[in-house]
């Protein structure tokens, strides 16, 4: 059967009915007066009419009523020059239900020849759904924590959301629609054409620029170093590239404040090794000389300067070690391993050798964790070692149990000892500081090493005291899983 019939009676272009129902999309043919002569049942629902409710009725009827004046122009215009096309290419496209109610649509025009002269098939599709989508990915990309930015293939701004404007200092309107190459410092404007072409034919999720030094230049002239991912998107209306720029002004202040941190602690390590202990081995073999060349017949008060002399000699040079390893402490150590806890606690209380009348008892979590062992080894080491020496009694009981926390491992160690007054609690972590120092050789330095290595690593430390008891007890946190920001 012809696709295209005519009815004698009454002049009506026909198509086969069903062969036209079974479009997807709505279809309806138009004369050149603008009038329906057919239209199948999927646009009589989109419309909300019923079936064969539309036909001979002028197509005006299915527009939005501000956009009908103008629409027999149109009609007269399409005749005039009859193409294969879409309809209103670049503008929103709206139809009007039998109810009154507007909803965005799509519509392909194609004129045909019938026996009753010039005819056109508009194919028309509700796009309500399409529309909602990118509603809510504009909704999306504008609420979004960093900057987002929209390009064309050709290089040209589509779009870009306050968070962007922001770290760019630029108006919307400023940036639609220009090139991207506004937002870099002119010396990479020449070379990222070709970067930008070579992304448009092999596109990708990727991160741009890794490993090198990436800024954007802001309106006023000056550079931003950025982070930017890139991520390429199909649209109905073409390839788009959505870019994520993030402003990492703060973190690169950071990283500098801590290299020129790092930069001193390198420089006083240096001095200390070097200019410091030669002297003090200097002063130590002239004593050991003047001791020589007196003999036994150097007097008791003489002798007794010398003895007093080496040991400050001694005390010096032990200040020394212990400046070096708090230097060395703020290092964390980008080698991890899986570590025993229980074998860890017991190779350092058999190291510490503590008296047979103290009690050691480790209890709670006691399997493996992923950590650096030095740095944890040292930390809990330095504890321990503290509640032991600074027993007051001959006796005493110390408890260490760990407890696992999300990430972290929680370490308690906990002595009966004469305790740490309240007032004392920041002061003991800071450098060179000791509640007493009775026999001349500690230095202040142990926890505040703890305090480096435990906060190089990620974790903090707190010391409680109980009211009215006695006893200290330290907690702190070490991760017990390897963590890629601390061990790179």
Same mark, same amino acid.
């Given at each position: 059967?012809?696709?295209?019939?005519? %009815?004698?009676?009454?002049?009506?272009?026909?198509l086969?009915?069903?062969?036209?129902? @079974?479009?997807p999309?709505?279809?309806?043919v138009? %004369?050149?007066?603008?009038? $329906?002569?057919?239209?199948?049942?999927?646009?009589?629902?989109?419309?909300?009419?019923?079936d064969?409710?539309?036909?001979?009725?002028? $197509?005006?009827?299915?527009?939005?009523?501000e956009?009908?004046?103008?629409h027999?122009?149109?009609?007269?215009?399409?005749?005039?020059?009859?193409?294969?096309?879409?309809?209103?290419?670049?503008?929103?496209l709206?139809?009007?239900?039998?109810?009154?109610?507007?909803?965005?649509?799509? $519509?392909?025009?194609?004129?045909?020849?019938?026996?009753?002269?010039?005819? /056109?098939i508009?194919? /028309?599709?509700?796009?309500?759904?399409?529309?909602?989508?990118?509603?809510?990915? *504009?909704?999306?990309?504008?609420?979004?924590?960093?900057?987002?930015? !929209?390009?064309?293939?050709?290089? %040209? &701004?589509?779009?870009?959301?306050?968070?962007?404007?922001?770290?760019?200092?630029?108006?919307?309107?400023?940036?639609?629609?220009?090139?991207?190459?506004?937002?870099l410092?002119?010396?990479?404007r020449?070379?990222?054409?070709?970067y930008? %072409?070579?992304?448009?034919?092999?596109?990708?999720?990727?991160?741009?620029?890794?490993?090198r030094?990436?800024?954007?230049?802001?309106?006023?002239?000056? #550079? /931003?170093?950025?982070?930017?991912?890139?991520?390429? &998107?199909?649209?109905?209306?073409?390839?788009?590239?959505v870019?994520?720029?993030?402003?990492?002004?703060?973190?690169?202040?950071?990283?500098?404040?801590?290299?020129?941190?790092?930069?001193?602690?390198?420089?006083?390590?240096?001095?200390?090794?070097?200019?410091?202990?030669?002297?003090?081995?200097? &002063?130590?073999?002239?004593?050991?000389?003047?001791?020589?060349?007196?003999?036994?017949?150097?007097a008791?008060?003489?002798?007794?300067?010398?003895?007093?002399?080496?040991?400050?000699?001694?005390?010096?040079?032990?200040?020394?070690?212990?400046?070096?390893?708090?230097?060395?402490?703020?290092?964390?150590?980008?080698?991890?391993?899986?570590?025993?806890?229980?074998?860890?606690?017991?190779?350092?209380?058999?190291?510490?050798?503590?008296?047979?009348?103290?009690? !050691?008892?480790?209890?709670?979590y006691?399997?493996?964790?992923?950590?650096s062992?030095?740095?944890?080894?040292?930390?809990?080491?330095?504890?321990?070692?503290n @509640?032991?020496?600074?027993?007051?009694?001959?006796?005493?009981?110390?408890?260490?149990?760990?407890?696992?926390?999300?990430?972290?491992? =929680?370490?308690? &160690?906990q002595?009966?000892?004469?305790?740490?007054?309240?007032?004392?609690? #920041?002061?003991?972590?800071?450098?060179?500081?000791?509640?007493?120092?009775?026999?001349?050789?500690?230095?202040?330095?142990?926890? *505040?090493?703890?305090k480096?290595?435990v906060?190089?690593?990620?974790?903090? =430390?707190e010391?409680?005291?109980?009211?009215?008891?006695?006893?200290?007890?330290f907690?702190?946190?070490?991760?017990r899983?390897?963590?890629? #920001?601390?061990n790179?």
């Amino acid at each position: 059967m012809d696709m295209l019939t005519r %009815n004698p009676d009454d002049t009506v272009l026909h198509l086969n009915s069903a062969l036209l129902n @079974a479009f997807p999309t709505g279809v309806v043919v138009c %004369n050149p007066a603008g009038m $329906i002569m057919l239209a199948n049942a999927e646009l009589h629902r989109l419309f909300g009419y019923a079936d064969q409710a539309l036909i001979g009725k002028p $197509i005006e009827i299915l527009l939005p009523m501000e956009h009908s004046p103008h629409h027999k122009a149109h009609i007269h215009a399409f005749f005039s020059n009859p193409t294969k096309r879409s309809m209103g290419t670049g503008r929103e496209l709206f139809g009007r239900r039998y109810d009154g109610t507007t909803f965005p649509v799509e $519509i392909g025009l194609n004129p045909i020849d019938t026996p009753v002269g010039k005819q /056109v098939i508009a194919t /028309v599709t509700d796009i309500s759904n399409r529309r909602r989508l990118e509603h809510n990915f *504009a909704k999306i990309v504008e609420a979004a924590p960093v900057g987002m930015l !929209i390009v064309d293939v050709h290089g %040209n &701004i589509n779009h870009c959301n306050k968070q962007l404007l922001g770290i760019f200092g630029y108006q919307l309107d400023d940036l639609q629609g220009r090139p991207l190459e506004t937002l870099l410092p002119e010396r990479h404007r020449g070379k990222h054409h070709s970067y930008r %072409n070579a992304y448009i034919e092999k596109p990708t999720v990727r991160a741009m620029g890794i490993e090198r030094d990436l800024t954007g230049l802001h309106k006023n002239g000056t #550079e /931003v170093p950025v982070e930017i991912g890139l991520n390429p &998107i199909e649209t109905a209306e073409g390839n788009y590239i959505v870019a994520t720029i993030t402003d990492i002004t703060q973190r690169k202040k950071s990283e500098l404040k801590l290299k020129q941190v790092n930069a001193d602690l390198d420089e006083f390590t240096y001095v200390a090794s070097h200019d410091l202990k030669s002297p003090l081995r200097g &002063i130590e073999s002239l004593l050991e000389w003047i001791e020589e060349d007196l003999g036994e017949t150097a007097a008791d008060t003489v002798k007794n300067n010398l003895k007093r002399a080496h040991l400050r000699i001694k005390r010096m040079e032990k200040l020394i070690e212990d400046l070096l390893e708090y230097a060395r402490s703020g290092r964390q150590q980008s080698e991890t391993k899986t570590l025993d806890l229980k074998q860890t606690l017991d190779d350092i209380v058999q190291l510490l050798a503590p008296p047979a009348s103290f009690s !050691i008892e480790i209890g709670g979590y006691l399997g493996e964790i992923q950590a650096s062992s030095i740095p944890l080894e040292t930390v809990l080491r330095n504890l321990i070692s503290n @509640a032991l020496k600074h027993h007051d009694q001959n006796h005493g009981t110390l408890q260490i149990t760990i407890t696992p926390e999300d990430a972290y491992c =929680i370490f308690d &160690i906990q002595d009966d000892g004469p305790g740490i007054p309240t007032n004392a609690h #920041e002061r003991i972590f800071k450098l060179f500081q000791t509640l007493s120092s009775e026999d001349g050789t500690r230095s202040g330095v142990g926890l *505040a090493v703890c305090k480096r290595l435990v906060e190089a690593h990620g974790g903090k =430390i707190e010391v409680h005291a109980q009211d009215n008891q006695r006893g200290t007890r330290f907690r702190f946190w070490w991760p017990r899983f390897s963590r890629r #920001e601390l061990n790179v």
